[in-house]
């Protein structure tokens, strides 16, 4: 449990994110550059793995949405193939990894950003970035141990 304290400790201090690499970005092989993008940013990774959700475990993390009409096709796409999970630390995480990684729909990300040169579509929009401290706790420990973060 000292881990997690520490984790808290970090995010509620704005040092801590958390991100997946989509499906389709890794289905594209552009998990390296994305990775290169946010090392050369100054983050620092915590704990990543490459994983991939079973339908039951992406029905769980996006457990929030149920209900909503985008669910069923999220869970399904976010199973769809190996997903790469990590926790990352800066100064001002949350903000600066939100804009590295640009607007959602990638027709509205500015230039540079990862959405807008790796995205496919606004679904299939590359990468995951944490909204909020509080998300940044729940996301990150749903994939991450106490031993998986350094």
């Keep these: 449990m000292k881990n997690y304290s520490l984790l ?14 989509k499906p389709c970005a890794v289905r594209s092989n552009f998990t390296g550059s994305i990775l290169k993008m946010i090392n050369e940013k100054g983050f620092r990774i915590k704990a990543m793995k490459m994983t991939w959700f079973t339908r ?13 009409p985008f669910f069923e096709d ?12 990590a926790i990352l630390e800066k100064e001002n995480a949350i ?15 500015a230039d540079g950003t990862i959405r807008k040169l790796f995205a496919e579509s606004f679904t299939a929009n ?5 909204d ?18 350094f």
């Design 8 to 21: 808290i400790l970090h995010v509620m201090s704005g040092n801590i994110t958390f991100t997946m690499i």
């Design 132 to 149: 909020s401290d509080e998300n940044a706790i729940r996301e990150g420990s749903f994939f991450f141990s106490e031993m998986e973060q």
């Design 56 to 68: 039951e475990r992406a029905e769980a993390f996006y457990g929030i949405h149920v209900g909503k």
């Design 126 to 130: 590359a990468i995951h970035g944490a």
């Design 95 to 109: 903000n600066d990894f939100r804009e590295l990684i640009g607007n959602t729909n990638p027709a509205k990300a």
């Design 74 to 85: 999220l869970v399904s796409f976010m199973s769809s193939g190996p997903i790469v999970a």
